[in-house]
């Protein structure tokens, strides 16, 4: 019997606390796996944001026809631009009112909707360029202000980054969790196989021997508990994603997506890792025969 | 040496990298304990200056009243505790010397019955007796074959399948004894095996030791109970207040020498 036969067989034999162990480990990793989804998620939407190519040139109210034509041709001239429509006043409320349905918007002077120049930017269009377009364009005769979006991606990247400092609280939280759980689960598997390791140990097996189906079953909960927060978190994301989907694109402006499987892959090998280092941990201390 | 399992295991100095096989290795004794003192607390010592030496083939009983020293002086052996001074030399080597690296490699030539049978209970009989097998990682084919022979030797042939926890005691004794010798250890060592049997099991076990013995193992035969040392003269050590008092030709002999 190798040590996977040896863990196997002592975890059968064992089950209900095994369970209840690869459970508790699974509810510290789904807060892990929730933060690190929505994290992932803002990272897309923040892309998106980057490379969304829109710029919009809101327009004095007195500029003359003549003068929107001029900064019309300009733009269509202009190297990265990939097509420019102009809004004009009632449009913009007409889109607003559509998309929100508030009669009060009505209510609202014609200063509150300017006319403007919507520009489509080409993808391949960098941050930068777009800036220096827009600044450019900032002092033309005629334009009131340019909107590149860019404060809405200072403010997505401003989240992403609070997403990921709470991502790593979560982690050392998930760290002590699993640490504690699995410590105590091999403490308690230690006490009911004392024999067992005494006669071992006895027969002249090495410390790593005895070792061996401790740190497995250390792995297997941690790994196991992965498991189960991606399941957990997997069901909850497939039932948000089948039942508002169309409003998170509508709102997003991305569709919502489910981790990377390399990301799902090494929170297995997290799992895994943690799980058998602090099996390893809490024998060192106790295996003393 | 069938499985030549000892060898490997526990090599003697004799047979380590850059020194010369010694053909007079096998003539010295398997155990020796020169001037052993062991003391759990300082005014109280179980083993004062404790000396004995054990020949290769001997069997011998060690005896005493409860709390004289027996299962200390095993447990040296066995290196579960260590010497507070003098030493133990265990096929020429120094037991108290050993690294904790080392003494797995020293339990695998030394078998161990205990009074309690320490049996896995939710093991099998086969398993049970397996162990010492797998520890040393042999394959199944090989360790099934070995433990269904010393299964037979115990007179258990054909149990091997039913779980320990169902065995009666002598049984389980039988077990751990199979156990004991099922890598051909240089020693078997007994820590009171019949304390824990009714008076005509006590007698079948001693009998399952000498035929263990007759095949040529040393035996170390811990046990108060005087009746045993009666059944045949074998060269008993009676340990009082620490030290170790040496009959040859056991109790019975002593007596008739005496008389």
Same mark, same amino acid.
């Given at each position: 019997?190798?040590?996977?036969d040896?863990a196997f067989?002592?975890?059968? @034999?064992?089950?209900e606390?095994?369970?209840?162990?690869?459970?508790? !480990?699974?509810?510290?990793?789904?807060c892990?796996?929730?933060?690190?989804?929505?994290?992932?998620?803002?990272?897309?939407?923040? %892309?998106?944001?980057?490379?969304?190519?829109?710029? @919009?040139?809101?327009l004095?109210? %007195?500029?003359?026809?003549?003068?929107? %034509?001029?900064?019309?041709?300009?733009?269509?001239?202009?190297?990265?631009?990939?097509?420019?429509?102009?809004?004009?006043?009632?449009?913009?409320?007409?889109?607003l009112? &559509?998309?929100?349905?508030?009669?009060?918007?009505?209510a609202?002077?014609?200063?509150?909707?300017?006319?403007?120049l919507?520009?489509?930017?080409?993808?391949?269009l960098?941050?930068?360029?777009?800036e220096?377009?827009?600044?450019?364009?900032?002092?033309?005769?005629?334009?009131?202000?340019v909107?590149?979006?860019?404060?809405? &991606?200072?403010?997505?990247?401003?989240?992403?980054?609070?997403g990921?400092?709470?991502?790593?609280?979560?982690?050392?939280?998930?760290?002590?969790?699993?640490?504690s759980?699995?410590?105590?689960?091999?403490?308690?598997?230690?006490?009911?196989?004392?024999?067992?390791?005494?006669v071992?140990?006895?027969?002249g097996?090495?410390?790593?021997?005895?070792?061996?189906?401790?740190?497995?079953?250390?792995?297997?909960?941690?790994?196991?508990?992965?498991?189960?927060?991606?399941?957990?978190v997997?069901?909850?994301?497939?039932?948000?994603?089948?039942?508002f989907? *169309?409003?998170?694109?509508?709102?997003?402006?991305?569709?919502?997506s489910?981790?990377?499987?390399?990301?799902?892959?090494?929170?297995?090998?997290?799992?895994?890792?943690?799980?058998?280092?602090?099996a390893?941990?809490?024998?060192?201390?106790?295996?003393?025969? | 040496?069938?499985?030549?399992?000892?060898?490997?295991?526990?090599?003697p100095?004799?047979?380590?990298?850059?020194?010369?096989f010694?053909?007079?290795?096998a003539?010295?004794?398997?155990?020796v304990f020169?001037?052993?003192?062991?003391?759990?607390?300082?005014?109280?010592?179980?083993?004062?200056?404790?000396?004995?030496?054990?020949?290769? $083939?001997?069997?011998?009983?060690?005896?005493?009243?409860?709390? *004289?020293?027996?299962?200390?002086?095993?447990?040296?052996?066995?290196?579960?505790e260590?010497?507070?001074?003098?030493?133990?030399?265990?096929? $020429?080597?120094?037991?108290?010397?050993?690294?904790?690296? @080392? !003494?797995?490699?020293?339990?695998?030539?030394?078998?161990?019955?205990?009074?309690?049978?320490?049996?896995?209970?939710?093991?099998?009989?086969?398993?049970?007796v397996?162990?010492?097998?797998?520890?040393?990682?042999?394959?199944?084919?090989?360790?099934?074959?070995?433990? $269904?022979?010393?299964?037979?030797?115990?007179?258990l042939?054909?149990?091997?399948?039913?779980?320990?926890s169902?065995l @009666?005691?002598?049984?389980?004794?039988?077990?751990?004894?199979?156990?004991?010798?099922? &890598?051909?250890?240089?020693?078997?060592?007994?820590?009171?095996p019949?304390?824990?049997?009714?008076?005509?099991?006590?007698?079948?076990?001693? $009998?399952?030791?000498?035929?263990?013995?007759?095949?040529?193992?040393?035996?170390?035969?811990?046990?108060?109970?005087r009746?045993?040392l009666?059944?045949?003269?074998?060269?008993?050590?009676?340990?009082?207040e620490?030290?170790?008092?040496?009959v040859?030709?056991?109790?019975?002999?002593?007596?008739?020498?005496?008389?």
């Open positions: 019997m190798n040590a996977f040896r067989r002592a975890m059968r @034999s064992d089950l606390v095994h369970l209840l162990s690869i459970f508790s !480990v699974g509810v510290a990793f789904v892990l796996v929730t933060a690190m989804l929505v994290v992932v998620n803002v990272q897309h939407v923040q %892309n998106r944001w980057q490379h969304i190519g829109k710029l @919009s040139v809101y004095n109210a %007195n500029t003359a026809p003549e003068r929107i %034509n001029d900064l019309d041709a300009a733009l269509r001239a202009t190297p990265g631009v990939s097509g420019v429509r102009f809004v004009p006043s009632e449009e913009a409320r007409r889109e009112m &559509s998309d929100h349905g508030d009669d009060t918007l009505a609202l002077p014609e200063q509150a909707f300017p006319a403007s919507e520009v489509d930017t080409q993808e391949s960098t941050f930068e360029a777009r220096q377009m827009a600044k450019q364009l900032q002092i033309l005769p005629g334009v009131e202000s909107e590149t979006y860019a404060n809405w &991606s200072s403010k997505l990247a401003t989240v992403f980054s609070g990921v400092t709470a991502a790593a609280v979560l982690a050392l939280i998930v760290l002590g969790a699993v640490v759980v699995v410590s105590s689960t091999i403490r308690m598997a230690l006490q009911k196989r004392h024999v067992e390791v005494e071992l140990k006895l027969v097996a090495t410390d790593s021997y005895v070792r061996g189906p401790f740190i497995v079953e250390g792995a297997a909960q941690g790994a196991l508990g992965a498991v189960v927060a991606l399941s957990l997997g069901a909850l994301y497939s039932f948000v994603r089948g039942t989907e *169309a409003h998170l694109t509508a709102l997003l402006g991305v569709n919502i489910f981790l990377p499987w390399t990301l799902s892959a090494g929170l297995l090998v997290g799992g895994a890792a943690l799980g058998a280092g602090a390893y941990l809490s024998l060192r201390r106790l295996l003393v025969v | 040496m069938v499985l030549g399992l000892s060898d490997s295991a526990f090599r100095s004799a047979l380590r990298r850059g020194q010369r010694d053909p007079t290795a003539d010295r004794p398997v155990l020169d001037g052993v003192f062991k003391a759990y607390r300082p005014d109280c010592p179980v083993l004062r200056g404790f000396s004995l030496t054990i020949q290769r $083939g001997e069997f011998m009983f060690v005896t005493g009243p409860s709390g *004289a020293g027996k299962s200390t002086l095993l447990r040296l052996l066995y290196a579960a260590q010497v507070d001074a003098g030493r133990i030399l265990f096929l $020429g080597r120094e037991v108290g010397r050993l690294t904790q690296d @080392s !003494v797995p490699f020293l339990r695998r030539n030394i078998g161990i019955v205990f009074q309690d049978f320490k049996l896995i209970e939710n093991f099998t009989v086969l398993e049970n397996g162990l010492p097998l797998q520890v040393l990682g042999l394959p199944e084919r090989v360790v099934n074959l070995r433990v $269904g022979e010393v299964l037979e030797r115990v007179g042939g054909g149990r091997g399948h039913e779980r320990a169902v @009666s005691g002598g049984e389980k004794q039988r077990v751990a004894i199979a156990r004991a010798i099922v &890598s051909e250890p240089a020693l078997l060592l007994a820590d009171e019949t304390g824990n049997l009714d008076p005509q099991l006590a007698v079948d076990i001693l $009998g399952l030791f000498e035929d263990i013995h007759s095949t040529g193992v040393t035996v170390m035969f811990a046990t108060h109970d009746s045993l009666d059944i045949r003269p074998r060269r008993v050590v009676v340990l009082d620490g030290r170790a008092f040496d040859p030709q056991g109790l019975e002999g002593a007596a008739l020498g005496a008389a």
